[in-house]
């Protein structure tokens, strides 16, 4: 069965630094793109992050410069790395899985397969 876990998550003060981990199990990341999004209360879901199978990533205006997306595929594993974090960056965040490679379209949810559970991240004084 595919599934994606995230973890990671938790309470971090603003301005300080958080990694979350994707883990995939099930079948094998190498040949898949990794999305991760978050999704505040009351807020949609949005793009955060992209890389795909060819280490080519995308970011979101919003966390360039602080976030840092990358695999390791001996492990299965894609990591989010996230560097002077903000209160609007709390939310659950989520990892997602597809076989294509995504142009212009990494931020839309519609054109992911596979979704994990979700990873809660709070930036709190």
């Known amino acids: 069965q595919l599934q994606l876990v995230e973890s990671g998550g938790g309470l971090v003060e603003p301005g300080g630094p958080l990694r979350l981990s994707c883990a995939a199990s099930?079948?094998?990341?190498?040949?898949?793109?990794i999305g991760w999004f978050r999704q505040a209360p009351g807020k949609e879901r949005e793009g955060v992050s992209y890389?795909?199978?060819?280490?080519?990533?995308e970011h979101a205006d919003s966390v360039k410069g602080r976030f840092t997306i990358s695999r390791d595929n001996a492990k299965n594993t894609v990591y989010l790395q996230m560097n002077s974090l903000k209160p609007e960056d709390t939310g659950v965040y989520y990892c997602?899985?597809?076989?294509?490679?995504?142009?212009?379209?990494?931020?839309?949810?519609?054109?992911?397969?596979?979704w994990g559970q979700g990873t809660q991240v709070t930036v709190s004084s």
């Open positions: 099930g079948f094998t990341l190498d040949y898949y793109s």
């Open positions: 997602a899985a597809t076989s294509r490679r995504l142009y212009g379209s990494w931020h839309m949810r519609r054109n992911y397969d596979y």
């Open positions: 890389i795909n199978n060819r280490g080519e990533t």
